[in-house]
């Protein structure tokens, strides 16, 4: 079991820094090159994809918590430079358990998911989100989990939008997780999304 979790954290690491080194480097061939816009949005999609999956699978993460940081400020900085502001406290999140690794991939899925939703469509000027944990007054321990994400943008009518915006993809990943994804936007109102999952009894 411990080599096992050596040779994936060596797999890791060697993705972070060589092809991670490689798309860093192509974003900043790009940078100034005229007409260039999609093409760097795809590398930084990838880029964005391929540091999801290094902090899903870090065997040194203590918890969810450790995960959803990373994600946090790698996500300030896009929202940031487009004048988004993102308000998600830290300070006042309890600690958050240790999921499975395909069980943290899900989550920062559906987090990626609704925040390059809002970069492209929301026309947002503030993202607020927060995180909860769960638990029965007699449980000494959470038994599901809370992220409600919501902004200030244009929203959208999602019985139009159909599975344009990745909806269903959503749905099928809050499913993965035997949790509800519930999102409510209407056109100039915003938008908010809420993910409910529960705790397994190995992650407790």
Known sequence: ERARFE????????MHDGVGGQL???LAMLQNEPGGERVRESIQSGLDDLRLLIDASDIHAES???????????FDRRLAALGITLHW??????ELPR??????VQVLRILQELLTN????????RVDIICQALKAPDQDRPSHLLIDL?????????FRAGTGRGLSGLQQRARALAGQL??????AHGCRARLVFPVLDSEA
Not at 7 to 14: A, P
Not at 65 to 70: E, F
Not at 118 to 125: E, Y
Not at 150 to 158: L, M, T
């Open 7 to 14: 040779e994936r954290d060596r797999l890791m690491r060697d």
């Open 24 to 26: 860093v480097q192509a």
């Open 64 to 74: 969810l918590s450790d995960a959803l940081a990373r994600f946090r400020e790698r």
């Open 89 to 94: 406290d830290f300070t006042t999140m309890p």
């Open 99 to 104: 999921l499975a690794p395909d069980r943290t």
């Open 118 to 125: 809002v970069l492209k469509h929301a026309q947002a000027r």
């Open 150 to 158: 919501w902004d200030d943008g244009v929203g959208f009518d999602e």
């Open 182 to 187: 519930t999102i409510d936007s209407r056109p």
